[in-house]
T-cell receptor, first 116, second 114 residues
Framework: KAGVTQTPRYLIKTRGQQVTLSCSPI?????VSWYQQTPGQGLQFLFE???????NKGNFPGRFSGRQFSNSRSEMNVSTLELGDSALYLC???????????????FGSGTRLTVV | DAKTTQPPSMDCAEGRAANLPCNHS???????VYWYRQIHSQGPQYIIH???NNETNEMASLIITEDRKSSTLILPHATLRDTAVYYC???????????????FGQGTTLQVKP
């Protein structure tokens, strides 16, 4: 079955602009989590959506936001981009239910955002 | 902060077993230990997870100590393609169901050498 799809793969934006990244989870998965990866800070949790509701959030400023649609696809938005927002943004999908035998997270390949 | 401690790097000869240790001395009774790996510029890949008992799948084995304060991931016959950063994660639960976020530490960079 198809994996987690993130688009676009690469993106270059200018400081002050905003950006929207997309994530399509594995079919049937209802949970989508977003992570930021930088060389200095490593992998950091941004937020998680389940059934169109944000149910967990990391320690990022309000410029970072997200949403989830009824088909479980998710988008994250970063407004007023800063140079420090340059990173690999990863999303991960899971069923969202503890009872699943393997409720490990499946990650996409990420979107590489460069802010200039 | 991550709840696990791993050595920053390890080397392993191709064809030999790679044993990657992880310390999670503050783990609580209902927290699972997960292992993921990340090959350069790709998303992390799930390897294995466990609670108390040792686990084995087609990729690796997970040995958890009886007191659950540490674990070891074993890649039985390492190949060059196993060169990656390996993350040991204790899964943090928030509320009901599988709502937990994954807290990644710095991981162990495993270099498999010919």
């Amino acid at each position: 079955k198809a994996g987690v799809t993130q688009t676009p793969r690469y993106l270059i934006k200018t400081r002050g602009q905003q950006v929207t990244l997309s994530c399509s989870p594995i079919s049937g998965h209802r949970s989508v989590s977003w992570y930021q990866q930088t060389p200095g800070q490593g992998l950091q949790f941004l937020f998680e959506y389940f059934s169109e509701t944000q149910r967990n959030k990391g320690n990022f400023p309000g410029r970072f936001s997200g949403r989830q649609f009824s088909n479980s696809r998710s988008e994250m938005n970063v407004s007023t981009l800063e140079l420090g927002d340059s990173a690999l943004y990863l999303c991960a999908s899971s069923t969202g239910f503890r009872a699943t035998p393997n409720y490990g997270y499946t990650f996409g390949s990420g979107t590489r955002l460069t802010v200039v | 902060d991550a709840k696990t401690t791993q050595p920053p790097s390890m080397d392993c000869a191709e064809g030999r077993a790679a044993n990657l240790p992880c310390n999670h001395s503050t783990i609580s009774g209902n927290e699972y230990v997960y292992w993921y790996r990340q090959i350069h510029s790709q998303g992390p890949q799930y390897i294995i997870h466990g609670l108390k008992n040792n686990e084995t799948n087609e990729m690796a084995s997970l040995i958890i100590t009886e007191d659950r304060k540490s674990s070891t991931l074993i890649l039985p016959h390492a190949t060059l393609r196993d060169t990656a950063v390996y993350y040991c994660i204790v899964r943090v639960d928030v509320g009901q169901g599988n709502t937990g976020k994954l807290i990644f530490g710095q991981g162990t960079t495993l270099q498999v050498k010919p």
